[in-house]
């Protein structure tokens, strides 16, 4: 997703506040769904700053990552965990939540996105823009709680800025010659 693209979507997020910070939680952790939805009051130190979407006992497949809180994030989860009644970060009506899929649905449709903007894609977009940003491989595999920095290198390096770019240099056969364009002989219409 583009800034633009995210920028909306928050917009519209808004008027469902668990949604909203659901959807604040996901783009700013990288953490999938099923992480957030699990995520307790307990795992978030506004002390440190930090997020910890680990659980003790491993009732899932996926890795998850301890991550830094950025200030954005920080302070929207003050102001809602004044509002909270439950031990769940995301709560409707003093319960954690299963599933956001119908509110967040919506949300999209009301942003005009593409059908094809489900919570995961978050998840995708908060990586894409870490690396597109210039944020070492390493960094941003730990951030998505990979196990090997080989695994997130094959699903994003190519959104790196200089991906492959000393491989452009080394077909770059102009190198070093002035370049003119010439008009071609013959005719001239096109």
Known sequence: MTAIEI???????????????ATVLMLSTAGRIGAILELTWDRVDFDTRTIDLRVKEKTHAKARAFVPMNAGT???????KGVGYSDFVVEYKGEGLKSIQNAFRKAVQRAKLPGKVTPHVLRHTAVVHMVASGCEMARVSQYLGHSSVKVTEEIYARFAPDHLRK?????DFLKGNAIAIKEPVGDSKH
């Open 7 to 21: 920028q909306a979507l928050l917009a519209e997020t808004q008027q469902t506040p668990h949604l909203h910070v």
């Open 167 to 171: 491989e452009a240099a080394a077909v």
């Open 74 to 80: 920080t302070e929207l989860l003050k102001q809602w």
